[in-house]
């Protein structure tokens, strides 16, 4: 199975700071990767699919790129309603693999 | 409006069976792929089953092979995760979801506990 190794596993920032998460996957996985954000108590919301298309209603400041094994989530200017814990997701293979997720938090 | 609302979640004993089901609207179910993803409670996402949008073709994660089912009702709009011989490892919050090579949208999810 792939798997996938977000850095860091957790992180402070403060409202207007850019922040930058990674993604690594153990072997190359072309495009094929998703990020999601997450709330407590509440399902995953899709931000960004095929490593850097932006889904419909999403922010512009989140922004994704990389392809092969590396990757990053941006977010240029961290808002109050970010703060939440974040997930890259491939699915180049079966069985599909999500990464153990980075909590951004104040 | 896309809407996905999961069903049959509760308190098993291990060993036992539970059926989770998510009803579908908004959108034409037969024509796409559908999967389930769990939670644990305070741990990261893990992709479960997925299912071909005719169900000819489904897809399991090793730690549910043979003993969980995925399928689908495409005349009741309705996708199915049987679950057998569950462990306390089972114990998760259960999400449906449309698609497989992106996730979108999520149920809100049913939690299923495996317990004596």
């Known amino acids: 199975a792939i798997q996938l190794t977000q850095s860091p596993s957790s992180l402070s920032a403060s409202v207007g700071d850019r922040v930058t998460i990674t993604c690594r996957a153990s072997q190359g996985i072309s495009s094929a990767l998703a990020w999601y954000q997450q709330k407590p108590g509440k399902a995953p919301k899709l931000l960004i699919y095929d490593a850097s298309s932006l889904e419909s209603g999403v922010p512009s400041r989140f922004s994704g790129s990389g392809s092969g094994t590396d990757f990053t989530l941006t977010i240029s200017s961290l808002q109050p309603e970010d703060f939440a814990t974040y997930y890259c997701q491939q699915f180049n293979n079966f069985p599909l693999t999500f990464g153990g997720g980075t909590k951004v938090e104040i | 409006e896309v809407q996905l609302v999961e069903s049959g979640g509760g308190l098993v004993q291990p060993g036992g069976s539970l059926r989770l089901s998510c009803a579908a609207s908004g959108f034409t179910f037969s024509s796409y792929a559908m999967s389930w993803v769990r939670q644990a409670p305070g741990k990261g996402l893990e992709w479960v089953s997925a299912?071909?949008?005719?169900?000819?073709?489904?897809y399991d994660a090793d730690s549910v092979k043979g003993r969980f089912t995925i399928s689908r009702d495409n005349s009741k709009k309705t996708l199915y995760l049987q679950m057998n011989s569950l462990r306390a490892e089972d114990t998760a919050v259960y999400y449906c979801?449309?698609?497989?090579?992106?996730?979108?949208?999520w149920g809100q999810g049913t939690l299923v506990t495996v317990s004596s």
């Open positions: 299912i071909s949008s005719s169900g000819d073709n489904t």
């Open positions: 979801t449309k698609g497989y090579r992106r996730f979108d949208p």
